[in-house]
C-alpha cells in the first residue's frame, strides 16, 4: 500500500460552498450516493430508502454546550475561554485565548457576573489547555453557567456570531448528554419524521457517546501524518448499544455509522475492549475496520484527519472522485453542509 501524506489529502474548494447556515429543514439538504457507480445525487430525506430492514444506525448522542465564554483580566485584558472539558468540584478544562497568559492564581472576571480561576495548565504542567474553577453568586455548576452565559460554540470557518437559531439547529434533535463543543454534524440532518420513517422500514436504532472536543478542528502540522498526535475525546459505548451491534451482526444487517465521530467510538471500542474511556484513536488508510459497514458523513476540510478518516473507510481514489463530484454540482461543505453515503471498501 502506498505511503500517503499531508498533502495527498488536499483539495481545492471555493470559499462559497462553505457552508454558513443550515438547509431550510434538516432532512431537506442534499446527500450524496456513494455507494453505487456513478454516484447519485439525492436528498437527504431518502436515506430510508438507500437502507434494508435489520440494518442498524449509530447515533453520537452528545450534546453541544454553550462552551464559548468571554472575560477580562484583572488589568483589564480581554480575553475567551472554550471549556472544553467539565472536571468535578465546579473545575472545567478550556482553551485560552488572550494576548498574554495570566498566572496561576489569577482570578478573571467573567461576562455574565461570575468568576474563573485559573489554577494551572492541564493535563500537566507543560499541557496546552487551562484548568479553571467556576464560581459563582448562586453556586450555579459549570454546565449552568455555560447554559446562561455562553456561547454556541461554531467552528472557525462559520463567520457569523451565534444566535438562537444557532442554539437549536447546531445540536441534533437526539442529543441527550452535555459535553461536546462541535456537532455530530452528519446527525445534523436527521428530524422527526425521518427517524420515524427509519423505525417503520425495520432499521433499528442504537446510540454512543463521544464527546467531540475542539481539536477535531485542530490542523495536521506535518507532512509525515504518522507523526500527528490526536487530541483525546471522552467516549462510551453502552450494553444497549452493545447488544444490538450483537444482533445486527447475527442476522446479516449492517452497522451504519452516522458520522465520524460514531466510527471513531465503535472502532476505539473494538480496539480497547473497553466500553468508556478517553480515545486517541487516529484512523488512516490502511486501518482496518471491525464494526462498521456504511457511514453518513459530512464533506470534510482539505488536509484533515476527517478527511483521512473517509479515505481510509471508502478508498482514497474513491473518495478524492466523490469530493471533486460534489464540488462540480455544488454541494455545500463542512459542519452546516450537505452528506454523503459510503460504503466500506473492503
Same mark, same amino acid.
Given at each position: 500500500?502506498?505511503?500517503?501524506?499531508?498533502?495527498?489529502?488536499?483539495?481545492?474548494?471555493?470559499?462559497?460552498?462553505?457552508?454558513?447556515?443550515?438547509?431550510?429543514?434538516?432532512?431537506?439538504?442534499?446527500?450524496?450516493?456513494?455507494?453505487?457507480?456513478?454516484?447519485?445525487? @439525492?436528498?437527504? @430525506?431518502?436515506?430510508?430508502?438507500?437502507?434494508?430492514?435489520?440494518?442498524?444506525?449509530?447515533?453520537?448522542?452528545?450534546?453541544?454546550?454553550?462552551?464559548?465564554?468571554?472575560?477580562?483580566?484583572?488589568?483589564?485584558?480581554?480575553?475567551?475561554?472554550?471549556?472544553?472539558?467539565?472536571?468535578?468540584?465546579?473545575?472545567?478544562?478550556?482553551?485560552?485565548?488572550?494576548?498574554?497568559?495570566?498566572?496561576?492564581?489569577?482570578?478573571?472576571?467573567?461576562?455574565?457576573?461570575?468568576?474563573?480561576?485559573?489554577?494551572?495548565?492541564?493535563?500537566?504542567?507543560?499541557?496546552?489547555?487551562?484548568?479553571?474553577?467556576?464560581?459563582?453568586?448562586?453556586?450555579?455548576?459549570?454546565?449552568?453557567?455555560?447554559? @446562561?452565559?455562553?456561547?454556541?460554540?461554531?467552528?472557525?470557518?462559520?463567520?457569523?456570531?451565534?444566535?438562537?437559531?444557532?442554539?437549536?439547529?447546531?445540536?441534533?434533535?437526539?442529543?441527550?448528554?452535555?459535553?461536546?463543543?462541535?456537532?455530530?454534524?452528519?446527525?445534523?440532518?436527521?428530524?422527526?419524521?425521518?427517524?420515524?420513517?427509519?423505525?417503520? @422500514?425495520?432499521?433499528?436504532?442504537?446510540?454512543?457517546?463521544?464527546?467531540?472536543?475542539?481539536?477535531?478542528?485542530?490542523?495536521?502540522?506535518?507532512?509525515?501524518?504518522?507523526?500527528?498526535?490526536?487530541?483525546?475525546?471522552?467516549?462510551?459505548?453502552?450494553?444497549?448499544?452493545?447488544?444490538?451491534?450483537?444482533?445486527?451482526?447475527?442476522?446479516?444487517?449492517?452497522?451504519?455509522?452516522?458520522?465520524?465521530?460514531?466510527?471513531?467510538?465503535?472502532?476505539?471500542?473494538?480496539?480497547?475492549?473497553?466500553?468508556?474511556?478517553?480515545?486517541?484513536?487516529?484512523?488512516?488508510?490502511?486501518?482496518?475496520?471491525?464494526?462498521?459497514?456504511?457511514?453518513?458523513?459530512?464533506?470534510?476540510?482539505?488536509?484533515?484527519?476527517?478527511?483521512?478518516?473517509?479515505?481510509?473507510?471508502?478508498?482514497?481514489?474513491?473518495?478524492?472522485?466523490?469530493?471533486?463530484?460534489?464540488?462540480?454540482?455544488?454541494?455545500?461543505?463542512?459542519?452546516?453542509?450537505?452528506?454523503?453515503?459510503?460504503?466500506?471498501?473492503?
Amino acid at each position: 500500500m502506498r505511503a500517503f501524506t499531508l498533502s495527498d489529502f488536499d483539495f481545492d474548494l471555493p470559499p462559497e460552498l462553505v457552508a454558513q447556515h443550515p438547509a431550510a429543514e434538516r432532512s431537506a439538504s442534499r446527500l450524496l450516493d456513494g455507494t453505487v457507480d456513478p454516484p447519485a445525487d @439525492r436528498i437527504f @430525506r431518502t436515506l430510508p430508502a438507500l437502507l434494508r430492514e435489520g440494518d442498524l444506525l449509530v447515533f453520537n448522542d452528545t450534546r453541544v454546550v454553550k462552551a464559548r465564554l468571554f472575560g477580562e483580566k484583572p488589568t483589564g485584558g480581554k480575553l475567551e475561554l472554550l471549556v472544553e472539558r467539565v472536571l468535578q468540584d465546579h473545575e472545567v478544562v478550556a482553551h485560552m485565548k488572550v494576548s498574554k497568559k495570566p498566572p496561576v492564581g489569577t482570578v478573571l472576571s467573567m461576562a455574565g457576573g461570575f468568576r474563573a480561576t485559573l489554577l494551572g495548565r492541564w493535563p500537566d504542567e507543560q499541557g496546552a489547555l487551562f484548568r479553571l474553577r467556576f464560581d459563582s453568586e448562586a453556586g450555579e455548576d459549570p454546565y449552568a453557567l455555560m447554559a @446562561r452565559c455562553g456561547h454556541v460554540p461554531l467552528p472557525p470557518y462559520i463567520e457569523h456570531a451565534d444566535s438562537q437559531d444557532d442554539e437549536r439547529r447546531y445540536q441534533t434533535v437526539f442529543a441527550r448528554v452535555p459535553g461536546a463543543v462541535a456537532a455530530p454534524t452528519a446527525a445534523l440532518h436527521f428530524d422527526e419524521a425521518l427517524l420515524v420513517e427509519l423505525e417503520a @422500514r425495520g432499521i433499528e436504532r442504537a446510540s454512543v457517546t463521544l464527546h467531540v472536543g475542539a481539536g477535531t478542528f485542530q490542523p495536521v502540522k506535518t507532512e509525515n501524518i504518522a507523526e500527528h498526535r490526536m487530541h483525546a475525546e471522552r467516549y462510551e459505548v453502552p450494553e444497549a448499544t452493545q447488544r444490538a451491534i450483537a444482533r445486527t451482526k447475527a442476522r446479516g444487517g449492517r452497522i451504519v455509522a452516522v458520522g465520524t465521530t460514531t466510527v471513531r467510538t465503535l472502532e476505539a471500542w473494538a480496539q480497547s475492549q473497553e466500553a468508556a474511556g478517553d480515545t486517541c484513536i487516529f484512523i488512516t488508510p490502511g486501518f482496518a475496520f471491525e464494526h462498521v459497514d456504511l457511514l453518513v458523513t459530512n464533506f470534510h476540510l482539505p488536509k484533515s484527519t476527517l478527511m483521512m478518516l473517509v479515505s481510509a473507510f471508502a478508498g482514497y481514489e474513491r473518495v478524492m472522485a466523490l469530493y471533486a463530484h460534489a464540488i462540480r454540482e455544488r454541494y455545500r461543505f463542512f459542519s452546516y453542509g450537505d452528506a454523503m453515503l459510503l460504503a466500506r471498501a473492503h
